[in-house]
């Protein structure tokens, strides 16, 4: 009796904040780890700038420069977001979170990470008109196109990603509030709820593979398309020029599903070294930014030779 009486007692206590453990397994010496983590960051910091300042200095730069940029912006919209904190919990052991922020930084993670697949979504589109209707191009990918699609991908992202903190918010924490991570996951979370957690997991499930799903399907659809238009090619060198464009972009794509697959499959199987999602987590949402502008942005001639006048420097033969 008293010992139903107990857990009825806890299971009505609600905490009013989450301690953010950081890096499980290495919480002696994770402080080290903020100088790569910060120098990762301000490198990003530094070559989005570059990018924007080049796009608005370069009147000739086409839609194609924004479609580059977008993704880093996205990226780094995402790591300016969590940074500070992780960085704080790093340097200050500032580890408290409330419940609200929690939930905010749950949102504003999945809203972005959605975002920058959907962005993946234009970008493909664009190498599909470009390659495989050239002559359209001028009137298909426009600004008006570019404003268009990132307004539609942001009405979409900010409106599906929604209900993951409200649902998350929803649940009852009692006891646990420590969160072996650096960041407010959905499934970090929600494990610490004291209550069913069966809806958060089922929309998580159909928000994956609605939005990712659907992208990674349009994605897949018109790379085929360009490389079945490409192989009929009967020139190997206008072939080899055509794919060259789209090798920077593959390499982007490839690196930012496979690393959410992977954190996906790490979270679900409840591995024994839980450190291994959580610096994945971390490092997907830093590196990408970071990587950006330099895979794929600067593989652009017109952004390649608007940074040549931004520093300075010459390009001849470029």
């Avoid at 002696?28 to 990018?51: K, R, T």
């Avoid at 664009?126 to 991908?153: G, N, Q």
């Avoid at 794929?296 to 470029?318: M, S, W």
Wanted: hydrophobic share 50%.
């Amino acid at each position: 009796m008293l010992q139903d009486l107990t857990h009825s007692n806890i299971s009505k206590f609600q905490v009013s904040e989450f301690i953010l453990m950081g890096f499980p397994g290495i919480h002696a010496w994770q402080h080290w780890l903020s100088l790569p983590l910060a120098l990762l960051y301000l490198l990003a910091l530094i070559a989005n700038i570059l990018i924007l300042v080049i796009i608005k200095q370069e009147a000739h730069c086409t839609s194609l420069c924004t479609i580059s940029w977008d993704p880093g912006c996205v990226r780094h919209g995402l790591a300016t977001t969590i940074m500070p904190k992780i960085l704080a919990i790093l340097w200050f052991s500032a580890k408290d979170i409330s419940l609200p922020e929690c939930f905010a930084q749950m949102y504003v993670i999945h809203c972005f990470v959605a975002m920058e697949s959907g962005i993946f979504v234009c970008m493909a589109i664009d190498r599909y008109v470009a390659i495989c209707r050239p002559l359209h191009y001028p009137s298909v990918v426009t600004e008006s196109f570019v404003v268009k699609a990132t307004m539609l991908m942001a009405l979409r992202n900010s409106l599906a990603t929604i209900p993951v903190p409200v649902l998350a918010a929803q649940r009852h924490y009692c006891s646990q509030n420590q969160i072996e991570h650096c960041l407010c996951s959905n499934l970090g979370v929600t494990r610490l709820s004291c209550d069913d957690r069966t809806i958060n997991s089922i929309y998580q499930v159909l928000l994956a593979w609605t939005l990712m799903g659907s992208d990674l399907g349009l994605i897949f659809l018109s790379y085929s398309l360009i490389l079945h238009s490409v192989l009929k090619l009967n020139s190997a060198e206008a072939a080899s020029k055509a794919l060259s464009t789209c090798t920077s972009h593959l390499i982007l794509i490839l690196f930012f599903y496979s690393v959410i697959i992977v954190i996906s499959i790490t979270h679900s199987a409840a591995m024994t070294v839980p450190l291994i999602p959580v610096l994945l987590n971390v490092l997907h949402n830093v590196i990408p930014p970071a990587l950006n502008p330099m895979v794929y942005a600067l593989k652009n001639r017109e952004l390649r030779q608007g940074l040549y006048k931004v520093l300075k420097l010459d390009n001849k033969g470029n």
